[in-house]
Nanobody, 125 residues
Framework: QVQLVESGGRLVQAGDSLRLSCEVP????????MGWFRQAPGKAREFAAA????????YYGDSVKGRFTITRDDAKNTVYLQMDSLTPDDTGVYYC??????????????????WGQGTQVTVSS
């Protein structure tokens, strides 16, 4: 049983920054490739960012590249998504996802094993 607990979503203004957190209790965290996806109202989930299990490689979707940064802190069993220069187009529910993987690649959404419940991010204009 792997639980992913997202936090940090809130209402912000365009141009603001926000940091989301996803905590995964237990020793399994060090073996998890972690990703962030987001879903705008009425749309499918979209890949935002990912980081491999050992923290050596990151991946970003084109829509967030240069503005978002994903990091992990194994001492806290937590992955973060630092979001800068936010715009209303960044509004949506942000989901943390995990896949058991020591090595790998930029996995597809369907390849992730576990998902959090999401945290709402709203960027006003």
């Amino acid at each position: 049983q792997v639980q992913l607990v997202e936090s940090g979503g809130r209402l912000v203004q365009a141009g603001d920054s926000l940091r989301l957190s996803c905590e995964v209790p237990g020793r399994i965290f060090s073996s998890l490739h972690m990703g962030w996806f987001r879903q705008a109202p009425g749309k499918a989930r979209e890949f935002a960012a990912a980081i491999n299990a050992i923290g050596t490689t990151t991946y970003y979707g084109d829509s967030v590249k240069g503005r978002f940064t994903i990091t992990r802190d194994d001492a806290k069993n937590t992955v973060y998504l630092q979001m800068d220069s936010l715009t209303p187009d960044d509004t949506g529910v942000y989901y943390c996802a995990a896949r058991v993987s020591i090595m790998g690649r930029n996995y597809e959404e369907s390849e992730y094993d576990y998902w959090g419940q999401g945290t709402q991010v709203t960027v006003s204009s």
